[in-house]
Nanobody
Framework: QVQLAESGGGLVQAGGSLRLSCALS????????VGWFRQAPGKEREFVAS????????SYADSVKGRFTISRNNAKNTVYLQMDSLRPEDTAAYYCNAALGAISYWGQGTQVTVSS
């Protein structure tokens, strides 16, 4: 199993920045990729960004390209999501996800609120 713990959410004004962290524990050595997803009230959970654990290949949703940056620190077993130029529509609960073979693990989520 893999355990995920998100942190770094909060309240920020539009145009501001936040950095989310996702700390992995357990069988993190076998993780293929880590991703960030978000879910706003009344909406479905959506993909934000992902990074492969070994090569660092990244992928982004069109809505965050050029504003968000995903990165990893393998030594610290941590994945980061740097969020710049935040908009009110970025307001959501942000979840970390890890793919371990065919199994997907989720963290508890961290709330990001962007005020206009």
């Amino acid at each position: 199993q893999v355990q995920l713990a998100e942190s770094g959410g909060g309240l920020v004004q539009a145009g501001g920045s936040l950095r989310l962290s996702c700390a992995l524990s357990g069988r993190s050595f076998y993780v293929y990729a880590v991703g960030w997803f978000r879910q706003a009230p009344g909406k479905e959970r959506e993909f934000v960004a992902s990074i492969t654990w070994s090569d660092g290949d990244t992928s982004y949703a069109d809505s965050v390209k050029g504003r968000f940056t995903i990165s990893r620190n393998n030594a610290k077993n941590t994945v980061y999501l740097q969020m710049d130029s935040l908009r009110p529509e970025d307001t959501a609960a942000y979840y970390c996800n890890a793919a371990l073979g065919a199994i997907s693990y989720w963290g508890q989520g961290t709330q990001v609120t962007v005020s206009s």
